[in-house]
């Protein structure tokens, strides 16, 4: 039996799938052990444990020998040394004898993407992304840096933007005042959330679905394809390598995937691939091996 994780800062899909059985696929709040400590990481695991445990297809499945032990493939934002030590103590106490692995969210991506091939995988979601993958492992990484200073193209920074240019005048009045009545907001009060307030980039990013909303205004269209060839300039065009065909997983990509292959196409690179949420294609390279 095979446990693999896509977890998130915000979400996180867990699949349990066996030989001859049917896949049980669970949802549950994200894992970040750059954020969140021992104790929460527990309460988050202890329930989907539960969860899993109740459903009737693991019911059923076969016990199989003490030698065929649970494997847990953990993928997840912020799993890295030496943060991920946390998240896999927390998973071998909870799923005794289990062989657990924890890797970081962009190998499950690259994995997801390109199987054993060689590839530039891609994340845009809240945050984004980037490094060039071997077919085995991530062997080059721009580090994204976070919504202040990096993660070009992601849900944080387009909010980040949508507010700039609405509140500078760089968009019509008419789309500032459809903005500020859509989600009941002022100037000062995105100022209060930004800067006040907890996670603002989680703020931003849920601003989203107006761009989405907007995307055939002119303005809109500038900024989206602005963003997306910043983020191909300063993540993608750096390693050098844009014989690579290029994938991406996230709801970003996924939500403006029309946007997004323009700019790869402008830009001299071939989207091959995009996946909005990547665990089934991760647990197809688990069956394999």
Not at 27 to 34: D, F, Q, Y
Not at 70 to 94: H, K
Not at 202 to 229: M, N
């Amino acid at each position: 039996m095979k446990l693999i994780v896509d977890s998130g800062s915000t979400k996180a899909t867990w699949l349990w799938m066996g030989d001859d059985v049917e896949d049980v696929v669970v949802e549950s709040v994200g894992i970040n052990p750059v954020r969140d400590d021992a104790e929460h990481i527990r309460l988050v695991v202890d329930g989907v444990a539960a969860t899993i445990a109740s459903m009737e297809a693991v019911r059923r499945a076969p016990m199989g020998k003490p030698s065929d032990a649970l494997t847990i493939c953990f993928y997840g934002a912020g799993c890295i040394p030496p943060y991920s030590d946390v998240v896999g103590e927390v998973l071998t106490s909870r799923f005794e004898g289990a062989h657990v692995t924890v890797e970081s969210d962009l190998l499950g991506a690259a994995r997801a993407l390109f199987g054993v091939k060689e590839g530039i995988a891609c994340i845009l979601g809240t945050g984004s992304n980037s490094c060039i993958y071997d077919g085995r492992s991530i062997v080059a990484n721009v580090s994204p840096l976070g919504w202040i200073l990096g993660d070009e193209g992601s849900g944080a920074v387009l909010g980040r933007m949508l507010v700039g240019d609405l509140l500078k005048g760089q968009l019509s009045s008419a789309l500032r005042d459809a903005f500020l009545e859509r989600f009941e907001l002022t100037p000062s009060a995105i100022i209060d959330r930004v800067y006040r307030q907890p996670m603002p980039n989680r703020f931003l990013a849920s601003l989203v679905p107006f761009i989405a909303e907007h995307r055939s205004d002119e303005g809109i269209h500038a900024f989206l394809t602005d963003a997306f060839r910043s983020f191909f300039r300063r993540n993608v065009e750096v390693y050098g390598r844009k014989e690579l065909p290029v994938g991406f997983v996230g709801g970003i990509a996924a939500q403006f995937e029309e946007e997004l292959t323009e700019v790869s196409h402008s830009e001299g690179f071939e989207v091959e691939r995009v996946e909005k949420q990547p665990i089934h294609a991760m647990a197809a390279f688990h069956r394999m091996g």
